[in-house]
């Protein structure tokens, strides 16, 4: 069953999603997704493990056919314009839509140089050191790191560098932000510093986060899209898409409280 | 108990390695000081003088390093750039089809003798050069067509080795690269070339030393007879090549060739240590470290 929200919020749809389906070779992981995720709103994608999360926060940005062997089905508009056209340079979908990954993936580069280097690539032109300082005090990171700048990015704990990566996606200046668990590996308070930033970093992005943790899915999105195993097909689809309080509140779907309120998953 | 005789076992062979190693240079020293001990020889005379002729009494070893020098670098010219790329195609772009086609043809290059090398160089390369430069520019015998000819040796070589450095390097630091709108390229380039540097150093490393060291393709191609130039369509004969001349047929033990010939191996195991010690210093300065 699918759920197709009829927007009549004022926010402005940045990616929407249309018969989305996403092959590994002959294995669909998605089937069928309808979402969509407004400007400057935190969406988030829960549901239990397995279930093509990941795969299609992933899609978003054609990160997924990195993967040999995967294609997507359907349509995934961006700025009005399909990503899967065949005129799409998934670069520039990147370099529009940037990610931040599970692990923290911190170049084994200086911190300085992990900032700089993404906006270097796209021909930068500006003070590079007020680039990096702005993208590091976005990030929350500005005050631990100003003294060390020259120290490698790994040196760093593993929250920081996690803000570290997130503030390297910043420094492209994308238009959204795609975060795959980005808090899954750390400890509660690393966990809340990133929930914090997430909240801040709002106000500039449009910012799209997988979790398995529904109590962050709470805590910090706007809008929610549940997902899970279609039983048909074995194949991971969005059951209700919807406001996050509504989700957690009132959902429409019996699987989705099911959910929600713990009883499995 | 068990555990203890593995740790020794393992002990005895990493032992064994180190001991071979002292016992060659060893070895090599007690000759190469009977070299040093013949009245007709100097050691101010050796390091300085520019001509290497034994039926003349003339050792200085310039001539014999610098043509070994030469023939490496133009080895290395051509082996590093195009190895390195190949490497990086196999591992940042070709599909798993081109790689199961391609590397088993790097394997027969690499399996090649190189004394097919050798007459490749002399009947193939040196005409093709010559034709391209001109017979007057380039001799018959020339260190230029040995020197590229023991690159395409080398290539497969630095390959393998940098092929492997490159696939080890993390894919998450690949998706950070075109999370962010990286090209192939320059995720290639900046990112997962300067993490597998110091696995590529290892490539470089066993390159120079092959270079330094081959002797077949250079005792076939690149002349025989010491001769002290730096132009590198010149025939010139490397340390190795002269070791063979004058060690096939009659040499007697304790005559002032067979104790050279000791002398230039202690030599050629310096040069290589020398550049060994070189390239880890250079790689040093500019590889990131991923772990």
Known sequence: MQQNIETTEKPELVIETRNLNIFYNDFRAVSNVNMSVKRHRITAIIGPSGCGKTTLLRSFNRMNELVPGSHAEGEVIFDGQNLYDPMVDPVEVRYRIGMVFQIANPFPKSIYENIAWGARIHGYRGRMDGLVESCLRQAALWDEVKDKLNQSGLALSGGQQQRLCIARALAVQPEVILMDEPASALDPIATLKIEELIQELKKNYTIVIVTHNMQQAARVSDYTAMMMLSDAQRAGTVIEYNETNIIFTRPQDKRTEDYVTGRFG | ?291
Do not use: C
Not at chain 2, 18 to 43: C, D, H, N, R
Not at chain 2, 259 to 273: K, R, V, Y
């Open chain 2, 1 to 291: 108990m068990g555990e203890a005789i593995i740790q020794s076992l393992l002990f005895l062979s990493g032992f064994f390695s180190i001991f071979t190693t002292v016992g060659i240079v060893y070895e090599l020293g007690k000759e190469a000081l009977l070299f040093f001990q013949m009245p007709e020889i100097s050691l101010l005379e050796t390091v300085t003088s520019t001509r290497w002729q034994p039926h003349t009494g003339d050792f200085g070893i310039w001539p014999l390093v610098t043509s070994t020098l030469i023939t490496s670098a133009v080895a290395m010219l051509i082996a590093l750039p195009l190895g390195l790329a190949v490497a990086i195609y196999l591992s940042e772009y070709a599909t798993p089809r081109a790689r199961s086609f391609l590397k088993p043809i790097l394997e027969v290059l690499a399996g090649i003798p190189t004394i097919v090398y050798g007459y490749f160089a002399l009947s193939f390369m040196t005409p093709l050069l010559r034709s391209i430069l001109g017979r007057d520019v380039v001799d018959i015998y020339n260190m230029g067509s040995a020197g590229l000819v023991m690159g395409i040796l080398i290539m497969p070589l630095i390959t393998s080795m940098a092929e492997d450095a490159l696939s080890a390097v993390p894919r998450s630091l690949r998706e950070a690269a075109y999370g962010m709108g990286a090209t192939r390229l320059e995720t290639a380039l900046q990112v997962v070339l300067p993490a597998a540097l110091s696995g590529i150093s290892a490539a470089i490393i066993v390159g120079i030393s092959r270079a330094v060291g081959e002797t077949m393709i250079v005792a076939v191609a690149a002349g025989a007879g010491p001769n002290f130039t730096f132009n590198p369509f010149k025939g010139a004969e490397t340390i190795t090549g002269h070791i063979v001349r004058i060690s096939g047929g009659d040499l007697s033990y304790d005559s002032v060739d067979y104790n050279s010939i000791f002398f230039l191996g202690l030599l050629l195991f310096f040069i290589t240590l020398a550049l060994n010690i070189f390239s880890q210093r250079f790689v040093r300065r500019f590889r990131e470290v991923y772990e």
